[in-house]
């Protein structure tokens, strides 16, 4: 990736709806050219595609945790993945270092629905412990930028 191309998924970072004449106005290519090289970041997983950022506080998901999860023996990261995969709060999850196996982002519309989500995830076959922590704000939260 050079730096135009670093500065093209700048601009769609900042508005992905931006046509290619806009953006080849700011990276100095024509409309086509920038297509091409819109086309190639994405073949090449660099783009992995478009998508709307929503707030989920708008969508009544305003509560949010992370836990930590200790798992029973010695479970894959795919098993894992496959047991978290039903539980439509779980937004994310991480495998990790230290003493837990994985970090688990957990997004509900109240702490009732957090604790009956909760409940859930401590109720999976594969979980040992868990170590929970609400979040009581967000200070900071940034995507990545392709320019390090």
Known sequence: MNTIDQRIVSCLMANA???????????GLSAPAVKRRVDRLLETGVLRGFTAVVDPEALGWGTEAFVEMTCNGNITPARIRA????????????????AADAIVHLR???????ETALERLRGLEI???????VVLSRLLE???????
């Open 17 to 27: 709806r931006s046509s290619y004449a806009d953006i080849g106005k700011v990276v």
């Open 83 to 98: 047991r978290l995969e039903p539980l439509p709060e779980v937004v994310a999850a991480y495998t990790v270092s230290g």
């Open 108 to 114: 509900a519309s109240d702490i009732h629905h957090l």
């Open 127 to 133: 979980v040992d412990r868990t170590v929970s922590t």
């Open 142 to 148: 940034r995507p990545p930028t392709p320019e390090a």
